[in-house]
């Protein structure tokens, strides 16, 4: 990632994200921040922690990470976890672990949840998560080996990126597919369209 931006102007929106997909996905609504500042914090998931416990408590901690230098802005944060049954998926760093989760995801059903947070300029803060369910195809080690030449699965949860090469794996999906990628637009549209002052709104 970038050198962060500074904030441009005292209530603009600060996305706390390292993410390409989640800008991209908050200017597909034209919502465009005034600074995109990534939060460094262990996402490590406690002992026995249910993915959407997790990704509540993930999405808000980096919300408060970027608040806490940032006081008086808006701060919106994000956490995609890929959830097999009570099982939180890693975000694949390599080779080795993105073939383990397509492995365990070939042919099964799987939950796809993104925590949100907000955190409005006095210092309230609101966190929500949504799901999404995801059936892939059974794969053949040719249809994961040629995906991992792809490096499409470098830091997506799972070990896969539904907007790329992976829609094919895709058998069914229900509810949101923006979540899926990053952010649900629905659900952070409304967030923004209550909070945001009234120039900055979606
Ligand atoms: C399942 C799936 C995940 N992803 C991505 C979204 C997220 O960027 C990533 C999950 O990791 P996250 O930890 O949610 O996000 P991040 O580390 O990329 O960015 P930041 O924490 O700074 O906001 O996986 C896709 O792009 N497509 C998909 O189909």
Not at 31 to 45: G, L, R, S
Request: with cysteine; net charge positive; hydrophobic share 45%.
């Amino acid at each position: 990632m970038t050198a962060a931006a500074k904030p441009s102007e005292k209530t603009g929106l600060i996305l706390a994200s390292a993410s390409p997909r989640r800008l991209q996905l908050l200017e597909q609504i034209a919502i465009i921040p005034a600074a995109v500042i990534p939060a460094d914090i262990d996402e490590t998931p406690h002992a026995g922690e249910k993915p959407k416990i997790y990704a509540e408590r993930i999405a808000a901690e980096k919300a408060t990470t970027v608040y806490r230098e940032h006081a008086g802005h808006v701060i919106l944060a994000a956490d995609t976890v890929v959830a097999c049954g009570a099982r939180i998926l890693p975000k694949a760093e390599d080779s080795d672990t993105a073939i383990k989760c397509l492995k365990l995801l070939s042919g099964r059903r799987h939950r796809v949840i993104s925590g949100i947070s907000l955190v409005l300029p006095c210092g309230k803060q609101y966190v929500k998560s949504v799901a999404s369910v995801v059936a892939f195809k059974r794969l053949t080690d040719a249809e994961i080996s040629g995906y991992i030449a792809s490096g499409e699965w470098d830091g997506k949860a799972g070990g896969y990126a539904i907007q790329g090469l992976a829609a094919s794996f895709v058998r069914f999906m229900s509810g949101s597919y923006s979540n899926i990628v990053g952010l649900p637009l629905f659900e952070v549209a409304g967030w923004l369209h209550t909070h945001l002052k009234e120039t900055d709104k979606p």
